[in-house]
T-cell receptor, first 118, second 112 residues
Framework: EAGVTQFPSHSVIEKGQTVTLRCDPI?????LYWYRRVMGKEIKFLLH????????ESGMPNNRFLAERTGGTYSTLKVQPAELEDSGVYFC????????????????FGSGTRLTVV | KQEVTQIPAALSVPEGENLVLNCSFT??????LQWFRQDPGKGLTSLLL?????REQTSGRLNASLDKSSGRSTLYIAASQPGDSATYLC???????????FGPGTRLSVLP
């Protein structure tokens, strides 16, 4: 089974530019989540999709962040315009059930996208 | 609001020692609890998942216990190896709302 795929793995952009991160969840996983870890801080929830619908977007920091999940498959997270404080690692995760399910795998995380805004 | 604490924040031990990493959480109404490891520059790897009805799970040299009523979980690592060096994250989850909350992690260094 292919895992959760994120790309790019690294992105360096200038302040004010736009960046789009992509996440391909495990096929069949209706639940998709975005998280981020900014430098020196804990991993924080951004939002949760169930299929193509936003179940919970309470963690989105501001309106410079836009997440979409077209057709309930892959998801994109766009930052426009990027600011210095947006630098960090953005993780995507997927699960079959919202609570991680009964399997021993629960949530599966991608390897993350390291975003550096200069 | 769920708050997660992990103790110790950092740990450095010689190879071969047995370790206990502690996690406590404030909201015991969880669905399950998962332990992850994060390696520098890499993503998160799931280690163990304990359902709320279970008391423990074992995988190789790892054993995780859960005392849901007291809001505690421990991760036991037997015969530690340098390859175990990573940050270990405790993640209690619900099946609604902000589904899971990450602890701050324990940064483990196992010295050869």
């Amino acid at each position: 089974e292919a895992g959760v795929t994120q790309f790019p793995s690294h992105s360096v952009i200038e302040k004010g530019q736009t960046v789009t991160l992509r996440c391909d969840p495990i096929s069949g996983h209706d639940n998709l989540y975005w998280y981020r870890r900014v430098m020196g801080k804990e991993i924080k929830f951004l939002l949760h999709f169930v299929k193509e619908s936003k179940q919970d977007e309470s963690g989105m920091p501001n309106n410079r962040f836009l997440a979409e999940r077209t057709g309930g498959t892959y998801s994109t997270l766009k930052v426009q315009p990027a600011e210095l404080e947006d630098s960090g690692v953005y993780f995507c995760a997927s699960s079959q059930e919202p609570g991680g399910g009964v399997s021993n795998y629960g949530y599966t995380f991608g390897s993350g996208t390291r975003l550096t805004v200069v | 609001k769920q708050e997660v604490t992990q103790i110790p924040a950092a740990l450095s031990v010689p190879e071969g020692e047995n370790l206990v990493l502690n996690c406590s959480f404030t909201d015991s109404a969880i669905y399950n609890l998962q332990w992850f490891r994060q390696d520098p520059g890499k993503g998160l790897t799931s280690l163990l998942l304990i359902q709320s009805s279970q008391r423990e799970q074992t995988s190789g040299r790892l054993n995780a216990s859960l005392d849901k009523s007291s809001g505690r979980s421990t991760l036991y690592i037997a015969a530690s190896q340098p390859g175990d060096s990573a940050t270990y994250l405790c993640v209690p989850t619900k099946n609604y709302g902000q589904n899971f909350v990450f602890g701050p992690g324990t940064r483990l260094s196992v010295l050869p």
